[in-house]
């Protein structure tokens, strides 16, 4: 308790409690000393009384005289204080009594006592003093007593003289006199109290001020100072308090002035930063559009010149022109899904779907790549269905297993496929190098390498993995990872299983799957090389095509041939009309249900918005041949 009390409460309490306990002693004692000198005063006056009565009334008893005795006793009892009085014989007998005697004490005694005695009881005080004979000796001349006369009138007690004193005056003075002693302890107190919050005030106040002081300096008001009042500890902690205020507001200053300086320096670390990768993506924007026209013409004609070529020396030729070029394709691509993964642009097309077509297409395009690294490369068969985008679902898988093939010098890569519940993992395994634990998270990032200081061709741009993170999160799937080095590497994704759903049979008469023989295509791009690239590959596979470099040409064209199936159409043309308007166009002319497709160079958020508004799909240069056959004929036979 006395440790939770505050610096006045104690003050005032080392204050008052000595004072207070001094009075009280003081007090006690003197009270005490006068009661005792009280009541020892009323005895010595009683028992003077009674020897006065023992003497006086010697004779009488002697004699027998009765009426001297009452007079004696009548006379006593005017005294004050005396309320009774009795005078007995030696046997006990009263020869004399006045006053009333309290009844509650013991009875006369029935013979004289030898020696004084002392009763008290309730209200009165009884003293009891012996008669004793005197010893007379007479000689006149006239008159002897004998020796024996002499001896038996000074040898046995004659009586005892009963006295009783009221104690009521002696109470009242002992009442008056614990009054006092308890009114003058309550002054004393009273001036103690005063005294000691008088001394409190003067101890608790500066340091009051000093405590509320430190208050406002910690609630950051660092100006605040502490007066200083008097002297001695009080001054040199006020003193003490003020330095302290002082130098924190010192420190702080400082320390503001260095975080400003520090959040400039932040700032325009962060605004170079932006700059630079504004730059960056300025620049990949702008080589990867620059690019994609020439690599959109070469894959073109690589393609038509792989179905003219003949001989053996001319089909592996065109075999590593066509590998050099896919190469280079897949760099673009993978800084194209980067820059549409960065600006937020690619939107998923969740659906439901069976994974199996899409493992046996992973399958068949890994297989050979699997070969080239003499590694055994398996995907299990799965017949669960999963919600997932399709197309982005397949990009995951293949940039994990194409990783997986690329960094295992022997061994084996597996695809397998696990039931968790309501959820499906797919695990890519591998018997890799493995991948240390400090390096997991830092693979995911761009352009990084594991092993590859010397940037080795064959082993990519180190784009794939982190494309890979982008497109689970874009899809909400969860990416595992568990890996060391030398024990291979197990990459994972989690997908939402879902009920398997009834598949349409193939209608009769359908067209086989990649035959566009008698196809009419209309194709607009102000690219003379992209679209004689075009009009040859088209024409390669059976097509009736129509070419324009501007929209005006293509309507003039039309005029002479049959209404096109299909048209392609670049995105950006010279003028102020782009490909989605000149679909819009063709379809007022032909029909709404004219099939299209966009194709374009430009990697930035606006073409592929637009594209989604007009519900057109969008491909990025270069155009890979398969993949724009593929979707030809989906496109015109509502796949």
């Not at 103690?192 to 609630?219: C, D, K, N, Y």
């Not at 700032?267 to 620059?290: G, I, M, V, Y």
């Not at 566009?516 to 088209?538: F, H, K, Q, T, Y």
């Amino acid at each position: 308790m006395m440790l939770r009390s505050g610096v006045r409460a104690r003050v005032m309490l080392a204050a008052v409690l000595p004072m207070l306990v001094l009075a009280l002693v003081l007090t006690v004692s003197f009270t005490h000393s006068r009661l005792a000198d009280l009541d020892a005063a009323l005895t010595a006056r009683g028992q003077a009384y009674a020897r006065q009565l023992a003497a006086a009334s010697e004779y009488a008893v002697f004699s027998g005289n009765r009426e001297a005795l009452q007079q004696l006793a009548s006379a006593v009892l005017s005294e004050e204080d005396v309320v009774g009085v009795s005078i007995v014989d030696h046997n006990g007998d009263a020869l004399a009594r006045s006053g009333i005697l309290d009844a509650q004490l013991p009875p006369l005694p029935v013979s004289a006592v030898a020696a004084p005695a002392r009763l008290v009881q309730g209200p009165t005080l009884r003293l009891i003093e012996p008669i004793r004979p005197s010893r007379l000796e007479l000689d006149d001349g006239f008159t002897s007593i004998s020796p024996d006369s002499a001896a038996q009138l000074g040898g046995a007690q004659l009586g005892s003289v009963v006295l009783e004193l009221s104690l009521k005056r002696l109470n009242s003075r002992r009442d008056e006199l614990l009054w006092t002693s308890a009114g003058s302890v309550l002054l004393v107190l009273v001036g103690s109290l005063l005294l000691a919050s008088h001394l409190s005030r003067g101890v608790s106040g500066p340091i009051r001020i000093v405590a509320e002081t430190v208050t406002r300096i910690g609630q950051g008001r660092l100006g605040e100072r502490v007066p200083v009042i008097g002297g001695g500890s009080l001054r040199t902690l006020a003193e003490g308090v003020n330095e302290m205020a002082w130098r924190l507001a010192t420190s702080h200053e400082e320390m503001a002035r260095k975080i400003e300086e520090a959040t400039a320096e932040l700032r325009a670390r962060k605004e170079e930063a932006e700059r630079a990768n504004l730059a960056k993506s300025r620049f990949l924007a702008a080589a990867s559009h620059d690019l994609r026209q020439p690599m959109h013409a070469l894959g073109l004609f690589i393609s038509e010149l792989a179905q003219q070529s003949s001989s053996h020396h001319e089909r592996r030729l065109v075999q590593r022109i066509a590998a050099s070029a896919e190469a280079m394709e897949n760099l673009l691509d993978s800084l194209l899904d980067i820059s549409k993964l960065d600006a937020g642009v690619l939107q998923p097309n969740i659906r439901t779907f069976a994974l199996e077509p899409l493992l046996d297409r992973l399958a068949t395009q890994m297989s050979s790549a699997a070969a080239e690294h003499d590694l055994a490369f398996k995907v299990r068969p799965c017949a669960a269905w999963i919600e997932s985008d399709p197309v982005l679902f397949e990009r995951i898988l293949t940039n994990l297993v194409s990783n997986a093939l690329r960094y295992t010098p022997q061994g084996r890569v597996l695809v397998a496929c696990r039931r968790r519940r309501n959820r499906l993992r797919v695990e890519v395994r591998d018997s890799g190098i493995g991948i240390a634990p400090e390096a997991q998270e830092i693979i995911f990032q761009e352009f990084v390498q594991l092993d590859n200081d010397e940037r080795a061709r064959d082993k990519g741009l180190g784009l794939g993995l982190a494309i890979v993170r982008r497109l689970a999160s874009l899809m909400g799937h969860r990416l595992d990872l568990r890996s060391a080095p030398g024990r291979g590497s197990v990459f994972a994704i989690e997908v939402p299983l879902a009920p398997p759903q009834p598949t349409l049979a193939a209608e009769d008469g359908t067209r086989a799957p990649g035959d566009l023989g008698g196809v009419v295509i209309a194709v607009v791009d102000d690219d003379a090389l992209a679209r004689s690239g075009m009009e040859g590959l088209l024409t390669a596979w059976g097509c009736e095509v129509i070419a324009a470099e501007t929209p005006a040409d293509l309507l003039a064209a039309l005029s002479a041939h049959r209404p096109p199936q299909l048209v392609i159409s670049d995105f950006s043309l010279h003028g102020s009309h782009n490909g989605v308007d000149i679909i819009a166009a063709l379809r007022q002319q032909v029909g709404p249900g004219l099939a299209a497709v966009l194709i374009s160079g430009d990697t930035g958020p606006e073409a592929q918005r637009l594209a989604q508004d007009a519900g057109v799909p969008l491909l990025h240069k270069p155009v890979r041949p398969a993949r724009l056959r593929a979707l030809l004929h989906r496109l015109l036979h509502n796949d």
